[in-house]
């Protein structure tokens, strides 16, 4: 990745369509879920750390510090990490191919960005200057086109960690989902949430 220029970094990330290259449908998030839950049990028996199929160390590494930017641990919940986006992105790659490129060149912009900006790549980077980088890809509507791949990249990373954050236990209960109970009675959505929404009965 070190060797990797700016020039085939895009080749790499403009090869997929990227609108279409970082969505899954919510089976395929719950089957990664499952094989990375099993990866993680298998770890834990071994008491030996998770090894990436997919992703090489250093991408991994970028992967686990972006996601924790993205969803960090709070007074509310565990981090991207705590819910085991990084194993769950690992076990997405395996399993669709097709969407790998997009992954790997998407990482490898990052640090060519970083690089770039701050002269080292992004796990390198402080934690002030992590974020002075994505606060400049975290937004579709920045204007600057020489960041439209890196902008597409990250709008899409952004989604799938939220994905694979979301529909783990960990996410569940952040959300304080509330689905799947008896309800005696149902009265109709409360008048509060209808003169919000600025709509009524009728």
């Excluded at 298998?42 to 998770?50: G, I, L």
């Excluded at 981090?79 to 790659?93: I, L, R, Y």
Aim: with cysteine; glycine share 6%; charged share 25%.
């Amino acid at each position: 990745m070190s060797a990797l220029t700016r020039r085939a970094a895009l080749r790499l990330v403009t090869s997929a369509p990227f609108a279409a290259a970082l969505v899954w449908t919510p089976a395929e998030a719950r089957q990664a879920h499952e094989h990375a839950e099993a990866a993680r049990a298998q770890d834990a028996k071994r008491a030996t750390p998770f090894k990436p199929r997919f992703f090489t160390a250093h991408e991994y590494a970028t992967v686990t510090v972006l996601v924790d930017l993205i969803i960090p641990r709070d007074e509310r919940s565990g981090s991207a990490t705590d819910a085991g986006v990084p194993q769950f992105m690992d076990f997405m790659m395996i399993d669709q191919p097709p969407r790998q490129i997009a992954m790997r060149g998407g990482l490898a912009l990052v640090d060519r960005l970083s690089e770039d900006r701050v002269g080292k790549r992004f796990v390198n980077a402080s934690d002030a200057e992590r974020r002075r980088i994505l606060d400049e890809i975290a937004y579709t509507s920045n204007p600057d086109p020489g960041l439209s791949h890196a902008v597409a990249f990250f709008s899409s990373f952004r989604d799938l960690t939220a994905s694979g954050f979301w529909t783990t236990k960990i996410g569940i209960q952040d959300l304080q989902y509330q689905g799947n109970t008896y309800v005696a009675e149902w009265d109709g959505c409360p008048e509060a949430a209808l003169k919000k929404l600025g709509v009524s009965y009728g």
